[in-house]
């Protein structure tokens, strides 16, 4: 008589721990993949002004230090083509005016066209619908730059030290001395393109 012979079944894959594997790699690829996040610059914005306040008092011309950058990434600092690399001494310049001689690029006396004092100097920065953003950002450190080595000199002159190491009131006294104005007005298209 024929044997009958069973039928084996296939041996089955054990899947239970198939998620787990599936888990243990998406963490793997979650940890060890670096996300490129987007920096900004770090800009306290004005409160709105109260409604009932009265207008601030107006601004001299001589007080106000333009720079405009068109859509060719070309500068034009008080009316004059300028490169990058001008901006710091040109601000500088502009808003120390050589009021105290703590300045580096000062020629000790001052200038009719520059600003009357550090609190008075504001800085009027317009760019072109058109600027890139690089150029942006490398104009805003020009100008930040600028009131950084002001206050560091300051610093320097009056308590030995950097501002960055300054505390509390020294700070502030610093920052008093030489506080950062600088106004933007909305891209428009201002040359270039």
Known sequence: MARRRKKR????????SMADIAFLLLIFFIVATTMDTDSGLLTKLPPM???DQPPPPEIHDRNIFQVLVNAND??????????????????????????DGSCNY???????NM?????????S????????YNMYIQ?????KRAYNELRNTASMNKFGIKYEDLRGDNQREIRKMYPMKISEAEPKNIGGD
Request: hydrophobic share 35%.
């Open 74 to 99: 070309e500068i034009l600092v008080e009316g004059e083509w300028a490169g990058l690399a001008s901006i710091q001494k040109s601000a500088i310049l502009f808003i120390d005016n050589n009021g």
């Open 139 to 143: 104009v805003q450190n020009e100008l």
């Open 49 to 51: 002004p109260d409604p």
């Open 115 to 123: 600003s009357d004092n550090p609190d008075k100097a504001v800085i």
């Open 125 to 132: 920065l317009q760019n072109d619908r058109g600027t890139s």
């Open 9 to 16: 079944s296939l041996p089955q894959i054990n899947a239970g």
């Open 106 to 112: 000062c020629t000790g006396s001052r200038q009719p």
